[in-house]
């Protein structure tokens, strides 16, 4: 039996892509799948996959960059595997010691890291253009070196198989059997709607707050704020109000509050890791029967208007977001009728079990 190892030193043990896609589905293929993550929490095996805890990430973010990725690594070298699948940018020196060690090694790359660079926030805005290109040259450099690339995008895979001619997207779409997890009615009712993910300036907070004063929606927000400053300006606007804030929330609330809501709402700032990706929420609110209220980005134009599952506005507009609430809350039968057409086109075309397979494949190439 092949013996698989992710390795991470970012990601939650139970986190959907790297655990609860990639992972599980290899393990239920019949591959022997561990990996390892960095939390303190220590080892369990769960749904077939062996989790190796390499201790909690101490101090800040250099300290994870090099006291837990060194962990990582050494953790990585006793289980000796035959392929080693990682999933963070800070992990490339780990691929390329794997690599020299004889070891096949994927890269999982799940943004455009170097347009990523350009936003950091905690990186001096003067630094931030050379900083992303040196990190661009090294990383294409190092992936001409691995035995596969693995994308979460078409559009990140555009920029490896260039590069490294054995690349693969592998989009975040919905498992279909926790999509399929409710029946809607004819029309959906009450008068909220939500936004479920990471919180922030550039993901559209500001705007979305703001948006509630024109109209009598409630919305309900489950995530962590990216910044103090980000959530303290929120709180003090008007529209605040009608905001019902529940922090980080586990999988079964998050299914109850798409199931309570009348529309989903994915309102990123125009950039690179926005415009051209496929953000999972937009995907989970269509699987949840949900109408999406989304960024008019090209890219995501195509999917809802051309599944007829939602509205496409200006993110940076409040005034066109809240005529989007406003249509859905005044018309829930057309809203619930995109609802449907979105959980329709999640079950024949944008499913994790189409992109399973997809990866299967790829892992029985590179075995060969």
């Given amino acids: 039996m092949n013996k698989i190892i992710h390795l991470t030193s970012v990601h939650g043990r139970h986190e959907i892509r790297t655990f609860l896609k990639e992972c599980v589905s290899l393990a239920r293929y019949g591959y022997d799948v561990s990996i390892i993550i960095a939390d303190g929490k220590g080892d369990e095996i769960k749904d077939g996959v062996k989790i190796y805890d390499a201790g909690p990430k101490t101090g800040g973010r250099l300290s994870r960059m090099t006291k837990t990725v060194s962990r990582v690594y050494e953790k990585a070298k006793t289980l000796n595997g035959d392929i080693y699948h990682f999933h963070d940018p800070e992990l490339i020196p780990v691929g390329l010691k794997l690599k020299k060690q004889g070891k096949k090694v994927i890269y999982d ?15 001096p805005k003067i630094l931030r253009n050379t900083v992303a290109n040196i990190f661009d040259r090294y990383e294409k450099k190092a992936a001409k ?8 995008t078409p559009h990140i895979r555009k920029k490896f198989e260039k590069i490294n001619k ?9 498992i279909l059997n926790v999509a399929d997890t409710h029946n809607f009615k004819e029309t959906l009712k009450g008068n909220n709607v939500n936004y479920v993910g990471a919180i922030g300036r550039i993901r559209g907070i500001i705007e979305m707050v703001r948006a509630l004063e024109g109209t009598e929606a409630r919305l309900v927000i489950a ?18 109000a009608q905001v019902d804030y529940r922090g980080q929330v586990d999988r079964p ?7 309570d809501s009348a529309a989903g709402l994915v309102l990123f700032h125009p950039g690179p890791n926005h415009t051209d990706s496929q953000p999972n929420k937009l995907f989970e609110y269509m699987a949840a029967g949900l109408p999406v209220i989304a960024s008019n980005f090209p890219l995501w134009k195509e999917i809802v208007e051309k599944n007829n599952c939602g509205i496409c506005v200006n993110p940076l507009s409040p005034k066109e977001i809240a005529d989007a ?18 959980k329709k086109a999640v079950k ?3 499913n994790w ?3 399973s397979r997809k990866l299967i494949s790829f892992y029985e190439q590179i075995l060969k």
């Fill in 253 to 259: 609330e998050i299914v109850q509050i798409l199931a």
């Fill in 353 to 355: 079990e189409a992109e």
């Fill in 348 to 350: 024949e075309k944008y």
């Fill in 223 to 240: 995530g962590k704020f990216s910044s103090m400053d980000d959530f303290k300006s929120v709180k003090s606007m008007k529209g605040w």
């Fill in 109 to 123: 790359s799940h943004e455009d890291y170097g347009e990523d660079i350009l936003n950091k926030g905690w990186l």
């Fill in 145 to 152: 070196s691995f035995d596969g690339i693995v994308t979460a």
């Fill in 166 to 174: 054995n690349t693969i997207d592998i989009n975040n779409y919905p």
């Fill in 325 to 342: 609430i406003n249509w859905v809350l005044l018309n829930p039968t057309d809203a619930a009728e995109m609802g449907r057409n979105g």
